[in-house]
């Protein structure tokens, strides 16, 4: 059933849309649809085309107006599109009146982004993180969405709780959510117990914009086996691990990775995880420099810290995937001294934006991994100085 189900996913072909209006520019739009193309392909969709509309606002019955909406409906009758995924989100009256015009399943990206943690997720603390946003996500639309889950069968946007939603009422839902929550709390309370017992060690934590490459360095500074793949939250479970450098002991726990409309509810529902950022006593942000958009993706993460209040923690900021950075940025008949040069100053900028914080690398070829080991370090050890001045055990 699970391999049918599958291979139902592989075969979903989908469109995109989205809408430039006030709050985003055509510019922002086209970024933000290239990253939802990608959410698309981690869930198994294939992306047909996307369409994009320029509005005051959006349209409170169908989001786009009713000739773009026309246009999707062609289209999607001419190619066989199983799947219209909208960039925003819409609300449960949306989804049931563009449905029911263009005749397909209709998502939006918190959907696409709950489906694919709902893909992911492993333990059981994460399956009810997931599946606690899932229904929190469904009840204000419950009303709107009733005709349009009738015809929903498996595949994107259908995973997690499952149909049986379809038939209930907001009572039972309600209830449901009540007793997610409560489930919720007990893991909470035995995950909270165990950071406690992790005694005295400095805890430094992996942060960052999701497919940056956490994992990756996860496992080479602390030579753990953690599931790394070149696709959007390839892990939703936190791991931590004890780390020794020079005799020097710590935990590096890995988290899960940011992005921008990141569903409210799934933040929520992730409190306990995102707890392992909030208790860190360092926290190594790690950025893709490769990507067009890192900056976008720093402030993304930034206000993520901001709002789960851990925003003034020391930091170490890790430029990572530098190899493709120069392949990107350098032309191959680029003088070496130029080359040199360019990279200079692109460091001389960001030491002068964190405070000397920055560093250099990329996981994937080993370089500058001991100048990263040895940052770690030397924050580890102030640290410890910090809080137990008069203990010299670890430093």
């Not at 289209?75 to 819409?90: Q, R």
């Not at 005295?200 to 086996?225: C, E, F, H, P, Q």
């Not at 392949?327 to 460091?347: A, C, G, I, S």
Request: aromatic share 8%; net charge neutral.
């Amino acid at each position: 059933m699970l391999d049918k189900q599958n291979k139902i996913q592989h075969e979903e072909k989908s469109v995109l849309v989205g809408l430039v209006h006030k709050e985003q520019t055509e510019t922002q739009m086209k970024e933000y649809l290239e990253e939802l193309k990608f959410l698309a392909e981690t869930a198994g969709a294939l992306t047909m085309k996307t369409f994009m509309q320029k509005l005051p606002r959006p349209d409170s019955k169908t989001f786009v107006g009713k000739g773009k909406l026309e246009e999707i409906k062609e289209y999607v009758v001419a190619k066989g599109i199983t799947l219209v995924i909208f960039d925003d989100e819409l609300t449960g009256s949306q989804i049931g009146n563009i449905s029911d015009a263009i005749g397909v399943k209709t998502i939006d990206r918190s959907d696409l982004i709950l489906d694919i943690f709902a893909s992911r997720a492993k333990t059981a603390q994460a399956k009810v993180q997931v599946e606690l946003a899932q229904y929190q996500y469904l009840l204000p639309r419950l009303k709107g969405m009733w005709k349009h889950l009738e015809r929903q069968g498996g595949g994107i946007g259908s995973r997690g709780p499952g149909e049986t939603e379809i038939e209930t009422d907001r009572r039972i839902v309600k209830d449901k959510i009540a007793l997610l929550r409560k489930k919720l709390s007990e893991i909470d309370k035995q995950a909270a117990t165990q950071r406690k017992e992790r005694g005295v060690y400095i805890r430094v934590a992996l942060v960052g914009y999701t497919n940056v490459g956490k994992s990756t360095l996860m496992n080479v500074l602390s030579k753990a086996d953690v599931f790394s793949e070149n696709k959007l939250f390839a892990t939703l479970d936190t791991t931590t691990r004890k780390v020794v450098y020079e005799q020097t002991p710590f935990l590096l726990s890995d988290t899960v990775g940011f992005i921008r409309k990141l569903p409210h509810h799934l933040v929520e529902s992730f409190k306990s995880t995102l707890d392992e950022v909030r208790e860190a006593d360092c926290l190594l942000h790690v950025v893709d420099i490769s990507h067009p958009g890192y900056e976008d993706q720093m402030g993304v993460v930034n206000k993520t810290l901001q709002e789960i209040g851990a925003f003034d923690k020391p930091v170490i900021t890790i430029f990572n995937k530098m190899d493709l950075y120069e392949q990107t940025v350098f032309d191959p008949w680029l003088d070496e001294d130029v080359k040199r040069e360019m990279l200079t100053q692109l460091e001389t900028r960001w030491q002068q934006i964190t405070g000397n914080s920055a560093i250099f690398v990329s996981a994937t070829e080993r370089r500058n991994l001991d100048g990263l080991r040895n940052s770690i370090l030397n924050k580890v050890k102030l640290l410890y100085e910090e809080r137990y001045p008069y203990l010299t055990k670890f430093y």
